[in-house]
């Protein structure tokens, strides 16, 4: 069935060197990925997404790489400060265009130190 | 901030009770989505609704239902409340299109005892 796992649940950086989050999914029938930040007491937060028609997006400071031959997405954030720490969540889709059923992962939680 | 609102904040019922939570979407949006986030957990999908109507739903029970309302504000209702349906409960709202981006509310903190 469908899955989205995270290799590492959590991930300390010292500041201003680079984070690299990972998530394998298992539904080949994905094609659609979305990374999510949520800090304490907060909603998550959409970060960049990615559709499998691409292997690579960026964002300000953020860059998802998507791997379809191993089902493999990662997520680099530069620089990483401080108010990166948060978890991140990937997430897939694999609906139709309407669909909003996005399958979450469990999270990796990143620390910053400084 | 998402301009996604939810209440209440927090809540504590017993095992047993009937629970509604309410959830006001963002402007223009017509499409909410619940997702219910265990501690520790990622969100897990529970319902959509789109102009009133439920447009698919997650591996929930029935006892977990859901009202859309014209101006596209929702509701969830959870029946016979459970221990395990302690969570943060989560709302989404979008706009129906080819995988518009989600913005999430900061859900409602349930806990039942």
């Known amino acids: 069935g469908e899955s989205v796992g995270l290799h590492l649940p959590t991930l300390s950086v010292q500041e201003g060197d680079n984070s690299i989050i990972n998530c394998a999914y298992s539904?080949?029938?994905?094609?659609?990925f979305i990374w999510y930040k949520q800090e304490s007491g907060k909603g998550p937060q959409f970060i960049i997404d990615?559709?499998?028609?691409?292997d690579k997006r960026q964002g300000q400071r953020v860059t998802v790489l998507l791997n379809k031959t191993v089902k493999h997405l990662s997520l680099q954030i530069a620089a990483t400060q401080p108010g990166d720490s948060a978890v991140y969540f990937c997430?897939?889709?694999?609906?139709?265009?309407?669909?909003?059923?996005?399958?979450f992962g469990p999270g990796t939680r990143l620390s910053v130190l400084p | 901030e998402t301009g996604v609102t939810q209440s209440p904040t927090h809540l504590i019922k017993t095992r047993g009770q009937q629970v509604t939570l309410r959830c006001s979407s963002q402007?223009?949006?017509?499409?909410v989505s619940w997702y219910q986030q265990a501690l520790g957990q990622g969100p897990q999908f529970i319902f959509q609704?789109?102009?009133?109507?439920?447009?698919g739903r997650g591996n929930f029970p029935p006892r977990f239902s859901g009202l859309q309302f014209p101006n596209y504000s929702s509701e969830l209702n959870v029946n016979a409340l459970e221990l395990d349906d302690s969570a943060l409960y989560l709302c989404?709202?979008?706009?129906?299109?080819?995988?518009?981006?989600?913005?999430f509310g900061p859900g409602t903190r349930l806990t039942v005892l």
């Open positions: 989404a709202s979008s706009l129906r299109t080819s995988r518009d981006e989600q913005f």
């Open positions: 539904n080949s029938a994905s094609d659609y």
């Open positions: 990615i559709r499998s028609n691409m």
């Open positions: 997430a897939e889709n694999s609906g139709d265009n309407y669909g909003q059923n996005f399958v």
């Open positions: 402007s223009g949006h017509n499409t």
């Open positions: 609704y789109y102009r009133e109507e439920e447009n």
